[in-house]
């Protein structure tokens, strides 16, 4: 599932706070301006900044470019966007995508005999000649399911010794599943609770404004004569600051999600694919549609590496570098044959980096990932993966994929990424995985703005944002310096990043205070003005 993170998207709901829109709007209205962050200008794109001139924690790439770059060609360097698919058609990444020399555009067959028909800029794993997945169920769902069929009309007594562990497994998903589905309901219950207030709120204010159509104005200039109105008055003026019927919206259908396609035991999109989905080895299969039905997540990733540097919209990290898209991401979680064989697809085709913004909790084919990771890892490519967005300690809790063989070993060439925010009080993004062992280093990933559908722009924030910031501060510094290869780049980039270990962040899910060096294995934030110096010396 595409690195969003719920609790950064709905900063309403977070906890519970829902829950207060029927006993005490005001302090709703207190939380939310505590827990949203507006951007300092999200016009000026504050990943490319740099603290000194700026006083924004971002990569320095404009100040890398303009005071180490200037005047030095760059070599292309292709990225491959393993996603939900990316609007290619975008004016502002028309003029960055990978194209397939070896192909000929539409005409059904497959020039350069790779597989792949008509794969002109990349290849969709989730799609076939039935058309496009866009939801899927969660992993943990498809396990359960798997789990469910064989056990589930049978008593401890009347399974073999050697299902006692798949059992035993069986029944600890069959609680944590009834335990989602409970979570879900409260959460449309919640919800439900909500809209009554915001319809009874409107009536409200319409009858103290004797107007049909108002405006925040007019809710400001109301002088409560009670408790209720004054709470009325502090939720609508909400409502219009925060934007939250469209986070409503957003939220209704999230939770929507959750009931017809995440938990839903019955649904399977699989033969819209139509490979043979028990070979989980297949390597041909899906079409050539990669902008998918749903390609926000992907478009957003795409535009934060490498968008064009031509006056329009925003400046991708990296200004040379041709975008790969490849998607096997639908809304719901990725499967790990259509991971592994993207990740296989890329490497054979000349990315140099990988881009992952995307993870989930449950990985049962992991061994195809690992063989994938482990062959473009010999073809000398970079893999970077998002973190996650669970405010979670990955050293502890399980997040796929990872740079960890089943056989004990890892792979070099990876890179995993948590999110930071652009000064010292938001250091270290709230929702933000981390890790002192797992998590490498941290990225700009709080209010990014990039590139979305529509050929339009938007302010996205999460750990999916962080990780192709990476990808575009690799590729950038790769471009310029091609004789590198994988691990030494992964080097500089670790080595050159802007330290912060003992600035003082919030824990991510607690209050608790602790040092942002006790949060990856490096305690730094990337920087590619510092990656071409270090670069530069390494001549």
């Known amino acids: ?309 031509n006056g329009l919209g925003i400046d991708g990290i990296c200004g040379s570098c041709q975008l790969m898209i490849i998607r096997c991401v639908p809304n719901g979680d990725e499967r790990d044959k259509d991971v592994a064989n993207s990740i296989r697809y890329a490497a054979d085709n000349g990315a140099k980096v990988i881009n992952m913004s995307f993870g989930k909790s449950y990985s049962p084919q992991k061994e195809v990932v690992d063989e994938a990771v482990r062959y473009a890892e010999s073809k000398g490519v970079l893999l970077i993966h998002a973190a996650g967005n669970d405010g979670k300690d990955i050293d502890k809790k399980d997040n796929f994929p990872n740079d960890r063989y089943l056989d004990g070993k890892t792979c070099k060439a990876w890179i995993e990424v948590g999110a930071s925010g652009q000064d010292a009080s938001g250091l270290c993004a709230d929702f933000s995985n981390y890790g002192k062992k797992n998590v490498d280093l941290f990225a700009p990933g709080v209010n990014i703005y990039s590139t979305m559908i529509g050929d339009s722009y938007k302010v996205e924030s999460g750990t999916s944002m962080a990780a192709p910031v990476v990808a575009g501060v690799a590729a950038a510094l790769w471009s310029y310096y091609p004789e590198l290869t994988a691990l030494q780049v992964k080097s500089i980039l670790l080595k050159s990043g802007v330290s912060y270990k003992k600035t003082k962040v919030t824990l991510p899910g607690t209050t608790k205070q602790v040092a942002f060096g006790k949060l990856s294995s490096t305690g730094k934030v990337v920087n590619l003005y510092q990656a071409v110096k270090l670069a530069e010396g390494m001549k």
């Open 1 to 309: 599932m595409p690195n969003k993170g719920l609790m950064n998207i709905y900063p309403f709901f977070k906890f519970g706070i829902l829950s207060l829109a029927i006993s005490g709007i005001c302090s709703l209205k207190t939380s939310a301006q505590a827990i949203a962050t507006a951007p300092v200008d999200v016009s000026g794109q504050w990943q490319n900044a740099d603290f000194s001139a700026d006083g924004l924690i971002g990569t320095s790439a404009w100040r890398a470019y303009s005071e180490l770059l200037s005047g030095k060609k760059p070599v292309p360097v292709i990225v491959a966007i393993i996603d939900s698919g990316t609007e290619v058609s975008h004016s502002d990444l028309v003029g960055s995508l990978w194209v397939n020399s070896d192909e000929i555009s539409g005409n059904g067959v497959d020039d350069d005999r790779n597989g792949y028909i008509d794969d002109i800029h990349g290849w969709s794993f989730i799609g076939g000649p039935n058309g496009n997945v866009e939801q899927d169920n969660l992993e943990f769902t498809r396990i359960y399911v798997d789990l469910k069929k064989r056990f589930g009309s049978k008593t401890v007594d009347e399974v073999g010794k050697s299902d006692q562990k798949d059992f035993e497994r069986y029944q600890k998903m069959q609680l944590e599943f009834d335990i989602r589905v409970q979570k879900a309901k409260v959460e449309q219950a919640e919800y439900d609770q909500i809209m009554q207030f915001y319809q009874v709120s409107d009536m409200m204010v319409k009858q103290e404004v004797q107007k049909d159509s108002y405006t925040l104005e007019d809710v400001k200039s109301i002088e409560p004569k009670d408790e209720l109105m004054a709470a009325v008055v502090d939720f609508m003026m909400v409502v219009f600051e925060e934007d939250l019927l469209s986070q409503l919206d957003e939220y209704k259908a999230h939770i929507d999600d959750q009931f017809n396609y995440s938990y839903n035991l019955e649904f399977d999109p699989r033969t819209i694919v139509g490979d043979n989905y028990s070979d989980s080895r297949e390597k041909y299969y899906g079409n050539n549609h990669i902008h998918g039905p749903k390609a926000d997540h992907g478009t957003h990733v795409a535009g934060i590496v490498g968008a064009a540097k």
